[in-house]
């Protein structure tokens, strides 16, 4: 299993990045898929899931309204559309793959992670 996320970089507030991320190595469409962030000395914070069939997607709290997670089965991509950012958004951001179909919160019900890309919003 391969997760390489891409598109990290600096954005000022309000502003907006898209992270991709690819994958290889396992039947894509076949599991769930999240985006999950983490800052230095901080645990890894789950921000966005996808089911395998992309019926449904969910949200934490503090993105919720601001990003917007989607998926391309045909060419196992992941996505992370992320509007009006906010400082506090600042933070390494991983792919992860779910142990099944759907996702939830619980980062431990992801058995692969990418190596992350950095996202800092900033004036």
């Known amino acids: 299993v391969q997760l390489v996320e891409s598109g990290g970089g600096l954005a000022r507030p309000g502003g907006s990045l898209r992270l991709a991320c690819a994958a290889s190595g396992f039947p894509f469409r076949a599991y769930g898929m999240s985006w999950a962030r983490q800052t230095p000395g901080k645990g890894r914070e789950w921000v966005s899931g996808i089911y395998s069939d992309a019926t449904e997607s969910l949200y934490a709290e503090s993105v919720k309204g601001r990003f917007t997670i989607s998926r391309d089965n045909a060419n196992n991509m992941l996505y992370l559309q992320m509007n009006n950012l906010q400082p506090n958004d600042t933070a390494r951001y991983f792919c992860?793959?779910?142990?099944?179909?759907?996702?939830?919160?619980?980062?431990?019900?992801?058995?692969?992670w990418g190596q992350g890309t950095q996202v800092t919003v900033s004036s």
């Open positions: 992860g793959k779910s142990v099944w179909a759907r996702v939830d919160d619980h980062v431990g019900r992801y058995d692969y």
